[in-house]
């Protein structure tokens, strides 16, 4: 029954920024934790960013640490990942999730979380 989409990917140079939206319907948006995932072929889902029920603690992967950041609108049920100082090794595929409780583990994976975006694609290239 919940429902997340995604949005906001695209193409974008080295340096440059993009901000990912997900939106979430279908159930009671402020009693879950969301996280961001990102993959690519031949690799395993990765953690991103995590995000708790209120928007009062947050947590992300070594790799993005100090470029992504990560909010909520709960009025709106939408979470962001603003993502600045893009590098090609961001390149993938982006999954928002939900998790039904409201916070975050420290480790993220995806056996934490319980539904699932489409997904968007994030291309950092010259």
């Known amino acids: 029954q919940l429902q997340l989409v995604e949005s906001g990917g695209g193409l974008v140079q080295p340096g440059g920024s993009l901000r990912l939206s997900c939106v979430v319907s279908?159930?009671?948006?402020?009693?879950?934790?969301i996280g961001w995932f990102r993959q690519v072929p031949g690799k395993e889902r990765e953690g991103v960013s995590c995000?708790?029920?209120?928007?009062?603690?947050?947590n992300y992967g070594d790799s993005v640490k100090g470029r992504f950041t990560i909010s909520r609108d709960n009025a709106k049920n939408t979470v962001f990942l603003q993502m600045n100082s893009l590098k090609p090794e961001d390149t993938a595929v982006y999954y928002c999730?939900?998790?039904?409780?409201?916070?975050?583990?420290?480790?993220?994976?995806?056996?934490?979380?319980?539904?699932w975006g489409q997904g968007t694609q994030v291309t950092v290239s010259s």
């Open positions: 995000i708790s029920s209120g928007g009062s603690s947050s």
């Open positions: 279908g159930a009671a948006f402020h009693y879950y934790a």
């Open positions: 999730a939900a998790r039904a409780l409201t916070g975050c583990m420290s480790r993220m994976s995806p056996l934490q979380f319980d539904a």
